[in-house]
């Protein structure tokens, strides 16, 4: 098992924040969705879109997921920023369905677990972190 640190720099994660919206909505929602769940990113790729939408489309304040190494149920309120995130990147799917993954990739079906650390270790690197790292916003 590898261990990681977590960034524990607001500015730090600001500055990711700020360098994934620029590159890709998808990947700045899945930041800002795991900083302020908490969620593995083995949840963050299962989930649907319905998983975060009501059935007008709508973001839903509250989310409750099954956690899948635990299987515990997880229940938390999505903030503003998740909300403005996920809205936002979610326009630029008006097709998606509630069954289609939420974070979908460019190949069809969901995101890789491998792609995601790629892309958050990109980020990480881009802004000028050099450990190894996890995410913790405490």
Known sequence: MEFVEPIRDRRQLE?????LRGTSLRDHA????GINSGLRVSDLL??????????????????????????KRKSFAV?????????????????????DPLFESRKGGPLKRARA??????????????DRI?????
């Open 117 to 130: 650390w790629e892309i958050l270790n990109g980020a990480a690197r881009a802004v000028g972190i050099k």
């Open 15 to 19: 500055a990711m924040k700020k360098y």
């Open 30 to 33: 899945l930041f800002v969705l």
């Open 46 to 71: 299962n989930l649907r879109v319905g998983d975060v939408t009501d059935s007008k489309g709508r973001i839903k304040e509250r989310m409750v997921v099954t956690e899948q190494k635990t299987g």
């Open 79 to 99: 903030g503003a920023s998740v909300t403005k995130a996920i809205a936002e990147y979610l326009a630029t799917r008006p097709d998606a369905k509630a069954t």
């Open 134 to 138: 996890g995410v913790c916003v405490k």
